[in-house]
Nanobody, 126 residues
C-alpha cells in the first residue's frame, strides 16, 4: 500500500484545513487508516483513525469535536477535516495504514501501522 498525504498549509487560529491521504496498491487489504502528527522535538502522536470497510472512527481527546476523519472508498482516499484550529495543532501530519484488525479496535500506537505516507506541514498562526 502506498500513501500520499496532501492538503497542509498555513492558517490562522480558528480556521480550517482538509488533509487528504490517497492510497494505492493493495488497498483491499487495509483494515484501518490513521492520521498522526509530530511537532518539533516531540513524539509522533495519534490524531484520528478510521476502519476502511465500515468507517468506524476513533479520535484523540485533543481533537475530539474539532476534527473529523472520513473515507471515500471509491477514491481510495481518507480525509481529515480540521476545524477550529489552534496554534498547538501545528505539526507535520502523517497518514498511515494497517492490515491487522487488532480485535476490531482502531490502533493508536504508531508501531501498529505498517504503511506510511510522507508528511504534510500544518502551521496555525495565533
Amino acid at each position: 500500500v502506498q500513501l500520499q498525504a496532501s492538503g497542509g498549509g498555513l492558517v490562522q487560529a480558528g480556521g480550517s484545513l482538509r488533509l487528504s491521504c490517497a492510497a494505492s496498491g493493495r488497498t483491499f487489504s487495509t483494515y484501518a487508516v490513521g492520521w498522526f502528527r509530530q511537532a518539533p522535538g516531540k513524539e509522533r502522536d495519534f490524531v484520528a483513525g478510521i476502519t476502511w470497510s465500515v468507517g468506524r472512527t476513533y479520535y484523540a481527546d485533543s481533537v475530539k469535536g474539532r476534527f473529523t476523519i472520513i473515507r471515500d472508498n471509491a477514491k481510495n482516499t481518507v480525509y481529515l477535516q480540521m476545524n477550529s484550529l489552534k496554534p498547538e495543532d501545528t505539526a507535520v501530519y502523517y497518514c498511515a495504514a494497517t492490515s491487522a484488525a487488532y480485535g476490531g479496535a482502531i490502533p493508536s500506537l504508531r508501531e501498529r501501522y505498517t504503511y506510511w505516507g510522507q508528511g504534510t506541514q500544518v502551521t496555525v498562526s495565533s
